[in-house]
């Protein structure tokens, strides 16, 4: 992750809090939520900043807790294709869940953001240890891919349908 | 003026209307704003009507003007064939014939009192405007009002007036998005469904309008049940190659029903199944 953002709260019971209440974290275990507020810090992030950038190792899982971000990808000289928008609520990567962990595409804040930044080597060393939270996280992953693969999808078909008179 | 409201179908004969204004809203969609040369038809939101170019051919266009104004009919109306295209090519002042209205509307007295949410992708603004219009003029029948926008690019972005209007409105809770765009563009973008998760609306006192193609609103109905929303207050607007508009012909048949003649406004169970059929 690119460290331009400013650290806000550490303060335990905050980010317990906030992490409970994101909807990535819906529903799951109390005991799983304690352990992710211990590698949890939250973040602040400027307007045009940076939240990833391609080729950057994927060290943190984030979750937007306020803002906007685009993700990206740049030809050099061009304009950023934008693929998609991302808002409060939403998880942002699951490129440090999978070697060679490394960020595909850029991610930059439209507008200031405010998030969860959870540490990626900590987590994985987590889901290591404790298979039921292993499991948990990553069927949260799983069907975080699996939604933006079927918006992708119909991205897909809706960029390429011809609308009727 | 005298409105006439009278019972059109099987009426096979169109009345001269004259082109008034020609809107270009995108590189090819236009809308076409005629004025009766008889009495004006009125219309119900999410009709639709056959318009006729001389020596050319008859094409079915949603009505997207506002229904209290049945003197002045617009229709919005993409380039796509040889009718559609000569419309696109048509001036101020040329007579065209349009016969209609034909079809079942919105269900705008089923949404009083519950929350009503549109859901319109690309040109499918147009069969949806008239029920907006109306929804905003007897606002306070109506919960929440809430438009899920959804266009290929920003350029095809249509009816832009009306949506920074409506964005300025408080009596309507506008979201537009985009599946492509580039810099210069700071709204969001993804495929309309995505919005249908988090914007407020009650689901389980609502009703739906979805307009669009037909993937889109396949997309949509799946989050709308997903959401909580009955399916029976899910309503989609159909469209097929109609020629006659009033269900004798045959062209737009879809299984057991007749687009222009039951539809082309559908509640989700009377169609879900049809939209599975892959060959007609």
């Given at each position: 992750?690119?460290?331009?953002?400013?650290?806000t709260?550490?303060d335990?019971?905050?980010?317990?809090?906030?992490?409970?209440?994101?909807?990535?974290?819906?529903?799951?275990?109390v005991s799983?939520?304690?352990?992710?507020?211990?590698?949890t810090?939250?973040?602040?992030?400027?307007?045009?900043?940076?939240?990833?950038?391609?080729?950057q190792p994927a060290d943190?899982?984030?979750?937007?807790?306020?803002?906007d971000?685009?993700?990206?990808?740049?030809?050099?000289?061009?304009d950023?294709?934008v693929?998609?928008?991302l808002?409060?609520?939403?998880?942002?990567?699951?490129?440090w869940?999978?070697?060679?962990?490394?960020?595909?595409?850029d991610a930059?804040?439209?507008?200031?953001v405010r998030?969860?930044?959870?540490?990626?080597?900590?987590?994985?060393?987590?889901?290591?240890?404790?298979?039921v939270?292993?499991l948990?996280l990553t069927?949260?992953?799983?069907?975080?891919?699996?939604q933006?693969?079927?918006?992708?999808?119909?991205?897909?078909?809706?960029?390429t349908?011809h609308?009727?008179? | 003026?005298?409105?006439l409201?009278?019972?059109?179908?099987?009426?096979?004969?169109?009345?001269?209307y004259?082109?008034?204004?020609v809107?270009?809203?995108?590189?090819?969609?236009?809308?076409?704003?005629?004025?009766?040369?008889?009495?004006?038809?009125?219309?119900?939101?999410?009709?639709?009507?056959?318009?006729?170019?001389?020596?050319?051919?008859?094409?079915?266009?949603?009505?997207?003007s506002?229904?209290?104004?049945?003197?002045?009919?617009?229709?919005?109306?993409?380039?796509?064939?040889?009718?559609?295209?000569?419309l696109?090519?048509?001036?101020?002042?040329?007579t065209?014939?349009i016969?209609g209205?034909?079809?079942?509307?919105?269900p705008?007295?089923?949404a009083?009192?519950k929350?009503?949410?549109?859901?319109?992708?690309?040109i499918g603004?147009?069969?949806?405007?008239p029920?907006?219009v109306?929804?905003?003029?007897?606002?306070?029948?109506?919960?929440r009002?809430v438009?899920?926008?959804?266009?290929?690019?920003?350029?095809?972005?249509?009816?832009?007036?009306?949506?920074?209007?409506?964005?300025?409105?408080?009596g309507i809770?506008?979201?537009?998005?985009?599946?492509?765009?580039?810099?210069?563009?700071s709204?969001?973008?993804?495929?309309?469904t995505?919005?249908?998760?988090?914007?407020?609306?009650?689901?389980?006192?609502?009703v739906?309008l979805t307009?669009?193609?037909?993937?889109?609103?396949?997309f949509?109905?799946?989050?709308?049940?997903?959401r909580?929303?009955p399916?029976?207050?899910?309503?989609?607007?159909?469209?097929?190659?109609?020629?006659?508009?009033?269900?004798?012909?045959?062209?737009?048949?879809?299984?057991?029903?007749?687009?222009?003649?039951?539809?082309?406004v559908?509640?989700?169970?009377e169609?879900a199944?049809?939209?599975?059929?892959r060959?007609?």
């Amino acid at each position: 992750m690119t460290h331009r953002a400013s650290l806000t709260a550490g303060d335990p019971d905050t980010l317990r809090v906030r992490l409970a209440g994101h909807p990535f974290c819906a529903d799951l275990d109390v005991s799983h939520v304690h352990a992710m507020a211990e590698v949890t810090s939250e973040r602040e992030l400027p307007t045009g900043g940076f939240l990833l950038q391609r080729g950057q190792p994927a060290d943190a899982l984030a979750l937007l807790l306020e803002g906007d971000v685009s993700l990206e990808v740049t030809e050099p000289g061009d304009d950023p294709i934008v693929l998609e928008t991302l808002h409060g609520g939403d998880p942002v990567g699951w490129s440090w869940l999978f070697p060679p962990y490394r960020w595909l595409f850029d991610a930059r804040c439209l507008t200031p953001v405010r998030l969860l930044q959870l540490d990626a080597a900590h987590l994985r060393g987590m889901i290591a240890a404790d298979p039921v939270f292993g499991l948990a996280l990553t069927q949260r992953i799983g069907q975080l891919v699996v939604q933006r693969l079927q918006f992708t999808r119909a991205q897909l078909v809706e960029m390429t349908h011809h609308d009727r008179p | 003026m005298t409105v006439l409201d009278i019972p059109t179908q099987g009426t096979l004969t169109s009345r001269p209307y004259q082109i008034t204004t020609v809107r270009h809203q995108t590189h090819d969609i236009v809308t076409i704003d005629v004025a009766p040369q008889q009495h004006p038809i009125a219309f119900r939101p999410g009709q639709f009507d056959m318009v006729y170019v001389y020596g050319i051919g008859e094409a079915a266009i949603s009505i997207s003007s506002d229904p209290a104004t049945p003197g002045l009919l617009s229709h919005t109306i993409r380039a796509v064939g040889w009718v559609t295209r000569a419309l696109n090519d048509l001036q101020p002042g040329t007579t065209i014939g349009i016969r209609g209205p034909y079809g079942r509307p919105w269900p705008m007295e089923e949404a009083e009192g519950k929350d009503l949410v549109i859901i319109a992708g690309g040109i499918g603004l147009a069969p949806v405007r008239p029920a907006i219009v109306e929804a905003l003029r007897y606002r306070e029948r109506y919960g929440r009002i809430v438009l899920l926008k959804g266009a290929r690019s920003p350029r095809d972005l249509v009816f832009r007036d009306d949506l920074d209007r409506w964005h300025a409105d408080r009596g309507i809770d506008v979201h537009v998005t985009v599946d492509s765009a580039v810099r210069g563009w700071s709204g969001r973008v993804g495929v309309v469904t995505k919005l249908i998760p988090r914007v407020p609306f009650d689901p389980e006192n609502c009703v739906v309008l979805t307009c669009g193609p037909e993937v889109m609103m396949w997309f949509s109905a799946e989050a709308l049940l997903k959401r909580g929303v009955p399916p029976e207050r899910i309503y989609v607007t159909l469209e097929r190659n109609m020629k006659c508009g009033v269900g004798s012909c045959g062209h737009c048949q879809l299984g057991p029903v007749f687009l222009c003649r039951d539809g082309p406004v559908f509640s989700w169970p009377e169609v879900a199944g049809l939209l599975d059929v892959r060959e007609l």
